[in-house]
């Protein structure tokens, strides 16, 4: 009787080691089309190769990339091999071979997310990944990591079933923030953080890089910004208690840190958006020119959180030669399109008091029109100066919502934070939109009930796995279908007051990023939450094998 228990057991272990060693093409986010035979499989074992074009950059770093991914995952280790060699992975970048007789189409223009799109086929033959473009290549690099299990890493071989996989992402703006001016993190982190957004399908990292509390971008024409302007002389503990912990903080990146981290995301298909806040959070910067505020200061880096008074003075003409200096070495170190102007929080208090900037006001003609104060207007006067400079300069500002306050600039695009309204009033006026509102967005906000109950710097209320998946961007009730293709895609934001170290930062990421993910790529009715947490037990698996830190208590 003891034996056959045994039998039964051993029979067990066996049976789920086979499981274990199987691929699954249910990951996340969520492809478009999977189309799987799971009687026959292909069988990837150690020793096999990835064949691609060796004179091709693209493909020369995709194959280096899932090479070392199969590893990380598997243990198995896959060798490069020539594009017409035999192997088991074969990459290929182009449009797919038209049958024999059949006249090739008319080249047309690719869409944005035709761009992204790409197909894997296993059969018999083995693995083959296919794009027309790089990004796409890589997308599809990404989903064949996913699929393979990755909760040992023994070198073992993997089946994987008979596949057709056709993919491609539902919006082309695909966004992340990170906060680097409350709390500054090494570029290690953030070079692991740009390969959790790779992972999860992301390509839009918006970089926050000023504050009250901070300058963290190096201006050469005035260097004590980033040496001075980075350097509170100490920093509240918890939610402004009023207790200090007395020790100097600080730290800057130079624009070599830049260009690297924008080689670096480059690389995994992630463009940087750096963000310069202003004419509001510029206390780290007034505190160095002290000129360029209404008062003339002096102005301490701020050491506590919340919105200062302190703000740019929008009528002194030297205020628009600072902007044009930072915003002139920003577009020399970012390739970015989008620049990010901030335009969120910025009291009008200081500006009501001001000679110069009631003059500036009088100059312009502004008036109160019923809907916008003279003060917000001279506010979009100052948007319009920057907008300008930079639409010289090949760049699209972007702004906070607040930006629609003082009515809304040319070709300024809208991020929607203050919930959907600024978002859906600016889609409605023609004008681009990001979706990221607070509620649904803000990652700073605790995950779950007793999270927000036990650490007394959470904030106000819950954003959970499922209130992030539950985040529809296109709001069919509010936006005509013509007026949605406005709605450029969804962002989430990662602000960090209370976020001060590494593994609290993944933390608090992930693996929210992952149902952020699927808002960002998948269609409504390929949305399941009881699904998506099914599935994302083989993502956690992957989160362990590079051993990175996650919330494990999913709502």
Known sequence: ??????LILALAVLSASHAA????????????????DSTQVFTLSDGMGIAYDSNDEEQTRIAGFLAKWVKEATGLGLTLTPADSKAAIRLAIGAPATKK?????AEVPLTEQQKEAYTINVSAKGITLQARQGVGLFRAAQTLRKSLPAQAADGQPVELPYTTIQDEPRFVYRGVLLDCARHFFSMDVLKQYLDMMALHGCNQFHWHLTEDQGWRFEVK??????????????????????????????????????????????????????????????????????????????????TYWGVSDEVLCAGNPQTMDFLRTVLGELCDVFPSKYIHIGG????????????????????????????????NQLQTWVNQQVEQFL??????????????????????????????????????????VIMSPNVFGYIDHPQ???????????????????KIYSFEPLIPEELQEDEQQYVLGPQTNLWTEHVAFPQHLFYMLLPRLGAMSEVQWCRPDQKDFQDFRNRLTRLTQLYDRIGIKYCRQIE
């Not at 934070?417 to 023609?430: D, L, P």
């Not at 779950?448 to 499922?466: F, L, N, Q």
């Open 391 to 432: 639409a010289e300069r090949g760049r699209d500002i972007i702004g906070w919502d607040e930006i629609l306050e003082g009515g809304l600039s040319g070709n300024s695009i809208v991020m929607s934070w203050r919930g959907t309204k600024g978002g859906i009033e600016a889609a409605k006026q023609h004008h681009r």
């Open 448 to 466: 779950y009930k007793d999270e927000a109950e036990k650490i007394p710097t959470a904030g106000r209320y819950i954003v959970s796995c499922s």
């Open 101 to 105: 007789g059949r006249k090739a189409k």
């Open 221 to 302: 024409a005035i260097p004590e910004l980033a040496t001075k302007g980075s350097i509170r002389q100490e920093t509240v503990v918890g939610r402004n208690t009023g207790v200090y912990d007395g020790i100097p903080y600080g730290g800057y990146y130079s624009q070599q840190d830049c260009r690297d981290l924008v080689r670096y995301a480059a690389e995994r298909y992630i463009n940087v958006i750096p963000e310069i806040d202003l004419p509001g959070h510029m206390q780290g910067a007034l505190h160095v020119l002290p000129h360029l505020g209404c008062t003339g200061g002096p102005y301490p880096v701020r």
């Open 344 to 375: 969120d929080e910025c009291p009008k208090k200081r500006w009501k008091a001001c000679p110069k900037c009631q003059a500036k006001i009088k100059e312009l003609g502004l008036k109160d029109d019923g809907k916008h104060s003279p003060e």
């Open 21 to 36: 060693r199987r691929a699954d093409y249910r990951i996340i986010p969520l492809p478009k089309s999977v189309q799987t």
């Open 1 to 6: 009787m003891k034996r056959t228990a045994f």
